[in-house]
């Protein structure tokens, strides 16, 4: 749970490892990328809160799932993004945009690489990003739509947000994406600690994210690929590819699919 002034940003667990986002401010509430409606509308009644908005980050059904069941039963408006093909859409966004939720402005951010038209939230006020499937918590979504040079400019436009910035990603797979971060970095002392760190939440079931920014920068292998020793491990993975950050995400891209 995290309170930034006015608003309380909580995760929602869907299936085995997804996190709806449910930002509220005593009134009305908000979810980012409802997979799935059954927890939403547990909440809302929970609550007795009014869902006024939808955001949608991308088309996979486990961020979409349940759009069209909240809005039958609420009436929520829905931001999307104007390249992908989402039910309810009803206002359409690209990267420079800005809405306001909950009394805050939101800047979108175009993030491709995971899909194609891949959008991210940024609530400056809130210090708060929501960036779906695009960067995770020691990691990055897989590049079902997008080249490698795209998610990598798209990280890093995240990259560049303040260090306190939360990352409020999509999912819990942060201890599996540190056991691969160790693989490229045995001897980063941030991500050894952040390992340690992490065990200790997963232990007692609590959620490892939002991280910040900051942490990502230090820990985050596919933030990292102009660090030298990332380079080299890149290189000795396949050779040639340590040569430039591109082909230095690529091959950490392509290695982390089969770890
Ligand atoms: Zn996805």
């Known amino acids: 749970m995290t309170a930034a002034s006015d608003i309380l940003i909580e995760p929602i667990p869907a299936f085995n490892d997804n996190y709806l986002w449910w930002l509220s401010n005593g009134r009305s509430a908000?979810?980012?990328?409802?997979?799935?409606?059954?927890?939403?509308?547990h909440r809302l009644?929970?609550?007795?809160?009014?869902?006024?908005?939808?955001?949608?980050?991308?088309?996979?059904?486990?961020?979409?799932?349940?759009?069209?069941?909240?809005?039958?039963?609420?009436?929520?408006?829905?931001?999307?993004?104007?390249?992908?093909?989402?039910?309810?859409?009803?206002?359409?966004l690209s990267g420079g945009d800005r809405i306001e939720v909950l009394g805050h402005a939101f800047?979108?951010?175009?993030?491709?690489?995971?899909?194609?038209?891949?959008?991210?939230?940024?609530?400056?006020?809130?210090?708060?990003?929501?960036?779906?499937?695009?960067?995770?918590?020691?990691?990055?979504?897989?590049?079902?739509e997008g080249?490698?040079?795209?998610?990598?400019?798209?990280?890093?436009?995240?990259?560049?947000?303040?260090?306190?910035?939360?990352?409020?990603?999509?999912?819990?797979?942060?201890?599996?994406?540190?056991?691969?971060?160790l693989a490229v970095e045995p001897?980063?002392?941030?991500?050894?600690?952040?390992?340690?760190?992490?065990?200790a939440l997963r232990a007692t079931g609590t959620p490892t994210v939002p991280s910040t920014i900051g942490e990502e920068r230090a820990t985050n292998p596919f933030l990292r690929c102009d660090v030298l020793a990332v380079r080299e491990r890149a290189e000795r993975e396949r050779p040639g590819s340590g040569a430039s950050t591109i082909e230095t995400f690529a091959t950490l891209r392509a290695w982390k699919n089969r770890f």
């Open 45 to 92: 009644s929970q609550t007795g809160l009014q869902l006024t908005a939808i955001l949608v980050t991308h088309h996979h059904g486990d961020h979409v799932g349940g759009v069209e069941a909240l809005v039958r039963a609420t009436g929520a408006h829905v931001f999307g993004p104007a390249a992908e093909s989402i039910p309810c859409v009803g206002t359409r």
């Open 107 to 144: 800047d979108v951010f175009d993030v491709p690489g995971h899909t194609s038209g891949h959008i991210a939230y940024y609530a400056p006020s809130l210090r708060a990003l929501f960036c779906g499937d695009t960067l995770f918590a020691c990691g990055c979504g897989r590049l079902f």
């Open 30 to 41: 908000v979810i980012v990328d409802p997979g799935d409606a059954a927890p939403v509308a």
């Open 187 to 199: 001897h980063n002392t941030d991500l050894q600690a952040r390992q340690r760190g992490c065990e």
């Open 147 to 181: 080249t490698a040079a795209q998610m990598l400019d798209s990280l890093a436009r995240l990259a560049a947000l303040p260090a306190d910035t939360r990352v409020y990603c999509a999912h819990e797979y942060t201890l599996a994406n540190i056991r691969f971060a």
